[in-house]
């Protein structure tokens, strides 16, 4: 009894002290206390380095670092800070599972986002005009892509979430019968090298806004497959590119049902008999219980909402498509292959 109940008392307090133990990961983040400690010769430092080195007051620096430490960011030997494994592998700003970016959206976006969380709930509607000051129809057009640096963080930040989860969603099927891939809204590309670098025989075009694709360069791998191409334009308006297998990753959360419907009755149009569709995105469980991660980011509050496998499959299903396999990757997308209903059954 009172075991249990100490056990309740310790998961409260996670939950109360849990924004702070976040802001603590982004600030440290976004004063680069990871990559300073990394580049100092032996990747250690004492709390007066790093203050320099970050040009933050001793006093500040020295509670950060020691919190950094209670939350497994940091460890310490004597007085000398070095990074975690953890830190080593998702918080350096050019590893290659940096969750950098991620972080810094999180910090500059969401965070300021869910301090409105009250007015969201009462209000049913999205407050990036309180937050932010400006009004949103298009999350993307006027909100992420008006002004360039906050294009190119949301641009990181998808990046980062794809480059941490990309190659998972890429090796999910079997796709060696299919020549070329469409991946729609593919932002930086890092998702489209991922499938191009697991299927050799595959080509892939990264299909996005025009002003997500005049970046593209920036984030060009440096071995870069030449099996990816990127066409410029708007799903909801212009012609899709014509391929054997759509891919709509973390896409249809955004959107009404209303534009879900617009969309994929635009690519049923362009598929010809056998192509296929791949959905990748949190799948909630059926009882809509968890994961907390896709139900926290539904209090975002957009015009789409998160679902579950078997919602995603009656939303295809209206537009002629069966799901042929749904892949759980324990990574931070699953993924579903749907197939056009003359195909299903090659899929046995
Ligand atoms: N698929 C990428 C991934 O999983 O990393 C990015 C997902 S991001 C949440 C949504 C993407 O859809 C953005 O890159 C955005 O620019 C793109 N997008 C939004 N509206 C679009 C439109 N009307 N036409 C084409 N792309 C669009």
């Known amino acids: 009894e009172t075991e249990d109940s100490k056990e309740k008392l310790c998961k409260m307090i996670e939950l109360m002290d849990g924004f702070k133990a976040s802001k603590v990961l982004f600030t440290a ?14 990747g250690e430092l004492q709390a007066e380095d790093v203050a320099q080195e970050i040009k933050a007051s001793m006093k500040g620096t020295e509670r950060l670092l020691e919190a ?3 939350l497994g960011l940091l460890q310490r030997t004597g007085k000398q800070y070095a990074n975690t494994a953890m830190s080593r592998h998702f918080l350096l700003s050019d590893g290659p599972l940096s969750l950098q970016g991620y972080i810094q959206h999180c910090n500059e976006l969401v965070w300021p986002l869910f301090t409105h969380l009250e007015t969201a709930v009462r209000e049913g509607t999205n407050q990036h005009e309180k937050a932010f000051g400006k009004t949103s129809n298009n999350l993307f057009q006027d909100a992420y892509y008006s002004r360039h640096e906050v294009k190119l963080r949301f641009m990181k930040a998808m990046h980062s979430i794809a480059r941490v989860s990309g190659r998972d969603v890429a090796t999910a099927f079997d796709l060696s019968k299919y020549k070329t891939a469409c991946d729609l809204g593919g932002c930086t590309g890092a ?13 892939v075009t990264m299909f996005d806004l025009p002003k997500v694709i005049e970046m593209s360069g920036h984030f060009r791998p440096h071995d870069a497959d030449d099996r990816v191409s990127f066409v410029a334009g708007d799903f909801f308006k212009d012609e899709l590119p ?3 297998v759509y891919i709509l990753a973390r896409i249809l959360h955004d959107w009404s049902d209303e534009k879900v419907h617009i969309l994929l009755s635009k690519i049923a149009k362009a598929c010809s008999p056998g192509c296929a569709v ?4 949190i799948f909630l469980d059926e009882d809509r219980k968890g994961p907390s991660r896709g139900l926290l980011q539904a209090l975002s509050m957009t015009e789409g909402r998160q679902r579950s496998a078997s919602e995603y499959s009656l939303l ?21 292959l749907f197939c056009d209903c003359g195909a299903a059954t090659s899929f046995g």
């Open 278 to 281: 791949l959905v990748s995105e």
């Open 29 to 42: 983040s976004k004063l680069r206390v990871f990559d300073v400690l990394r580049s100092s010769k032996t």
């Open 316 to 336: 295809l299903k209206s537009h002629g498509f069966t799901a042929a396999q749904v892949k759980h990757t324990h990574n931070l997308l699953d993924a579903i």
């Open 242 to 244: 014509k391929a054997d």
């Open 191 to 203: 998702m489209a090298y991922e499938f191009a670098k697991a299927h050799p025989g595959l080509s």
């Open 68 to 70: 950094c430490v209670s």
